[in-house]
């Protein structure tokens, strides 16, 4: 297994770029582990969808044996809270087939750092799903129900910038 960038945002950079979106959806079902539940289809689906929203500031995978975590932050230009315009999303191995993805906002870079980092700690289960909720951006703002939160991280961590 080799680390991989969150699927949905590089899908949604390409497209800006003019590739061809049906054809990144089939290459990205071909390579990737297919999600393993509604909430991270509804965030796949904000990622993909989401237009220049994004600005990827940073990213940091980890991989232990075949267990993956792939962090990235983003400056969220059409933040739903004002205070939070950074976005953390995380993608992770969930077991032999599946993935998952989380999200969560933060009110600076370095505090979503400092919690990529193990700084501070994480959050628990109901504030996860309510993070999540909050980068919804459909107007009935119904929040997505998950009983998982974000993964723990990983102890080695090898560190790449995505610049656009």
Known sequence: MQDQPIPPLAENWLAGQGADRGRLRQLA??????????ESTRIETLLRESGPRFEIVDSLSTRTGDHFETYTIAADRNPPDPS??????????TGEATSRLRGATFTSRE?????????TPPP???????EAARL????????????????????EVR???HRH
Request: proline letters at 14%; aromatic letters at 6%.
């Open 124 to 130: 628990t289960p109901a504030q996860a799903r309510a």
């Open 159 to 161: 560190r790449r910038h």
């Open 111 to 119: 505090a979503a750092t400092e919690w990529m980092r193990g700084v």
């Open 136 to 155: 919804d951006s459909r107007p009935d703002g119904t929040p997505p129900s998950s009983p998982d939160a974000a993964p723990a991280r990983a102890k």
């Open 84 to 93: 939070k315009p950074v976005a953390l999303f995380v993608s992770f191995r």
């Open 29 to 38: 079902a071909d390579v990737f582990l297919p999600l393993g539940d509604a």
